[in-house]
């Protein structure tokens, strides 16, 4: 092999390990038997949600999650594989590809990465079902509201009390 071409490897690696890093999850597919029609619109849906998805070589793959310290997913890189990126959504790629391999069964999950920890098919299947960050972050609204709201029906239901008594 020219030198070239091993530079250029060794770039790739770099650059996949890079993403490797930065993502908050990872999510690595079997994607032989869709249609060029069929990745295109999955494409296009992890786009829009802020997801890279690429084709990389499985030796790339390997060499980049080792390069990023991922250990064990030497069994993951092996047939045709896909890899969805993201650097904010933790739920999104997951819930997108687990959306579609339910409608399209030639797509299946492999594993991938969640936070730094290698995850497991069935982990990742978990979190598709989570609510996306919005729905998270809405949770989390309405239980922080739930005391000061109890507290204001409270103070209600007392000062109705006392208008009541007055009368």
Do not use: C, H, W
Request: charged share 25%; glycine share 6%; proline share 2%.
């Amino acid at each position: 092999m020219s030198e070239a071409i091993i530079a250029k490897k060794a770039q790739q690696v770099s650059e996949v390990a890079e993403q490797f890093k930065n993502a908050t999850s990872v999510v690595v597919v079997d994607y032989l038997g869709i249609t060029v029609e069929q990745a295109t619109n999955l494409r296009t849906e992890l786009r829009n949600a802020g997801v890279q998805f690429a084709v990389v070589k499985n030796s790339i793959l390997s060499r980049a999650a080792k390069e990023a310290g991922l250990e064990g997913m030497d069994d993951i890189f092996k047939g045709p594989s896909a890899v969805a990126f993201s650097n904010d959504d933790v739920v999104a790629p997951a819930k997108i590809l687990a959306d579609f391999a339910k409608k399209v069964e030639a797509l299946e999950i492999k594993a991938g990465v969640i936070e730094g920890k290698v995850s497991s098919k069935e982990e990742i299947e978990a979190l598709a079902k989570l609510p996306n960050r919005e729905g998270l972050l809405s949770m989390l609204l309405s239980v922080l509201q739930a005391p000061v709201r109890n507290t204001a029906l409270a103070f209600k239901a007392v000062a109705d009390q006392k208008d009541g008594a007055a009368a």
